[in-house]
Each structure stands twice: as structure tokens, then as C-alpha cells.
């Protein structure tokens, strides 16, 4: 087994690279580094990886590299490049996120019609749902992207199936429901707040912290990626979250805590794109993937606030 991972430097995408060479999986790993957050953060979590034998990175854009040839040596595509970010997808931006969403997926995509892969896992969003009615949200409930990025997230999603129904790749989307954990991404709520809390600031809350999340630890999405590898069923997409659904202003006492720091907080107008609820049913990676989150809210928060501590220390 062989994997070519996009996103490699990434939050979610270094994890999984650790995870697959821990098989004993060859990997090679893509990232162009863009500038959405500081690079440092991102050559942390790869330089460790440069040491490993089975590891190659390449340090490039996606639409600048001749994937056809990348893909030769590859039996499996772990797609999770993407330029992230709901409140940042707005206005100017908006080209940035066709180029990393949209046509980077389209060019692997077409690249992979030509090659014999065994497998494309495009790590999608619970952003795709938007503001959709059922709660909790599952695979076959509407979709309504409500920002930008949401809508190229599920372009994306789209190109995969269409490509899977007319050329026969054999690709499939995890939908991926606010992940947490050590290495997130700095403008990340959880980040942000222990951030905060570490440099004696208040906490920025959008909205008056009634919106719910289903919020998912790393390892859990991590284990969700590594089954459908071996199990996911091409052509379709999966839930995947924590399974718990978490009112904001209810998480803050437990970060007091954690943090054994009391929390004050700002408040400031909701941000264009945020919807005021996502909830996950993963019954159907439960029954396909064997998929089964593991790692409770509380425990997940001490090993990120463990991380943000040495992170800025």
C-alpha cells in the first residue's frame, strides 16, 4: 500500500501521515504552505516526518505539479488540501478557495481517471449542510452551504461523485464535523480561546454562545480516515463527528477547569456564514466503517490545552 496525502503539513493531514507511516504505509505529502495562517505552525508539524525513510514531501501547489505522474506510484489519494476558513471565504478571497477547493480537486480528479487507484478520500465538511433542518444531519439530509467556503467544499464533494459515476473513480467523502485536538489550526475556536487564556486576555465569542457544535477529537477522525481506506464504500459520503452536540457557553467552565484559570468573556456580533447549529448521525460510518468516536470533549480539550501550552511556551 502506497498513499499520496494532499494537505500534508496541515493540522488534520500531519496526523494522518503519522498515523499511515505508523503502519508502515509509504507515504508521499503534499502542501504549498499558503499563507492562511503562519507557517511555522505548519513546518512543526512536518518537520519530524522529513526523518522518517517512508516519508517524501513536496513542498507545491497542487495545480502546479504533474499529479498524472505523482499517481502512478500511488494506490490511495488522501485528499485534504483546501484553503479553509468560513468567515475568511467572503469577498476577494472567494478566487483563493476556487483555486485550492474547486480546481485543485477537479485536477487530481482528472489525473486519477487515468491511473488504477484503489481509493480517493476527499475529507469534506459538515459545512455542507449549512443551515439544513434535521438535527442531528445525516447523509441524506438537504444541503444549503451557508458561506462560501461551504459551497466549494461541496463543489468539491460533488466533482468526486460525478467523477466516480462517469470514469469510475473510486472516491468517496468524509464529512467532517468541527475537528479539535493538538495541532489545530490557530483560527479555530478552541485555539483561540486557550491562546487567549495563556497571554491573559478575554475570550472573543460571536453570537451570544448559544450555537451548538458537534465537536470531533483528531484521533477519532484519524481512525475514521484509516477505515474507509479499508472499508468505505466508493461513491458515497460519511458523517463523521464526535456524536455529542456541545452549546458553547456550557464549554467554558470546563476550560476554567482545565486551564485552572477563570474565563472572561466578549461578545461581538455573529459572523457572516456561521450557522447556529451542526449535529452529526453517524450511524451510517458506524455500520459501514465500524467507525465509533472515542475520546470524550473533556479529555480532548486537556491534550489541546497540554499542546497550546508548549505551542506558545
Not at 500534508?8 to 499558503?34: N, Q
Not at 468516536?293 to 489541546?304: Q, S
Amino acid at each position: 500500500m502506497s498513499c499520496l496525502v494532499t494537505g500534508a503539513a496541515g493540522f488534520i493531514g500531519s496526523h494522518l501521515c503519522r498515523r499511515l507511516l505508523k503502519e508502515k504505509i509509504p507515504v508521499v505529502g503534499i502542501d504549498s504552505f499558503t499563507d492562511f495562517y503562519p507557517k511555522w505552525i505548519k513546518e512543526k508539524n512536518i518537520l519530524p516526518l522529513m526523518k522518517k525513510k517512508d516519508f517524501k514531501f513536496i513542498a507545491k501547489d497542487i495545480n502546479e505539479l504533474d499529479l498524472k505522474e505523482l499517481l502512478k506510484n500511488a494506490e490511495y489519494v488522501l485528499h485534504l488540501a483546501a484553503q479553509a476558513g468560513v468567515r475568511t471565504s467572503w469577498g476577494q478571497d472567494f478566487s483563493a478557495y476556487i483555486n485550492n477547493n474547486i480546481e485543485a480537486t477537479q485536477k487530481i480528479l482528472e489525473a486519477s481517471k487515468e491511473n488504477q487507484l484503489k481509493k480517493l478520500i476527499y475529507a469534506s465538511s459538515s459545512s455542507v449542510y449549512g443551515f439544513c433542518p434535521d438535527l442531528p444531519m445525516s447523509e441524506t439530509s438537504p444541503l444549503h452551504p451557508y458561506s462560501p467556503y461551504g459551497v466549494t467544499k461541496l463543489s468539491a464533494e460533488q466533482l468526486c461523485f460525478l467523477y466516480h459515476k462517469n470514469y469510475g473513480v473510486p472516491s468517496l467523502s468524509l464529512r467532517l464535523f468541527t475537528v479539535y485536538g493538538p495541532g489545530q489550526r490557530p483560527d479555530m475556536a478552541f485555539h483561540k480561546f486557550f491562546k487567549a487564556i495563556i497571554e491573559n486576555k478575554k475570550i472573543t465569542v460571536y453570537g451570544e454562545g448559544k450555537q451548538t457544535r458537534d465537536f470531533t477529537f483528531i484521533d477519532d477522525v484519524i481512525e475514521a480516515h484509516i477505515a474507509s481506506l479499508k472499508k468505505g464504500k466508493v461513491g458515497e459520503a460519511y458523517n463523521v463527528g464526535g456524536g455529542v452536540r456541545k452549546k458553547l457557553e456550557d464549554i467554558f467552565p470546563t476550560m476554567e477547569d482545565i486551564c485552572q484559570r477563570k474565563i472572561e468573556i466578549k461578545k461581538e456580533e455573529r459572523q457572516k456564514g456561521d450557522v447556529p447549529h451542526t449535529y452529526s448521525n453517524i450511524e451510517k460510518a458506524r455500520k459501514d466503517l465500524n467507525y465509533s468516536p472515542l475520546t470524550k470533549l473533556e479529555e480532548g480539550l486537556k491534550e489541546e490545552w497540554r499542546w497550546i501550552q508548549k505551542l506558545y511556551s
